[in-house]
């Protein structure tokens, strides 16, 4: 499942949980939020850049020591 991050709709009156911005385990199919949990203003869902990297756990070399190749 995705996160995703919401911040308040430009209200200064809002908790720091939707001002300052929070994230949000949610599935594909399920709606976005309209209202922040903590203090029910409004919120956006914001555009986030996927987080895709090299393996942190060394696995590609540990592949290819063993032979295979990474397509």
Do not use: H, W
């Not at 809002?14 to 919120?43: H, M």
């Amino acid at each position: 499942m995705p996160i995703y991050e919401y911040r308040a709709v430009g209200d200064a009156s809002s908790c720091y949980n939707c001002r300052d911005g929070f994230e949000v385990l949610q599935a594909i199919s399920e709606a976005p939020l309209t209202t922040c949990p903590a203090c029910g203003k409004p919120v956006q869902r914001m555009i986030s850049a996927p987080a895709i990297g090299a393996s942190e756990s060394n696995f590609d070399d540990r592949a290819k020591n063993a032979g295979f190749s990474k397509l």
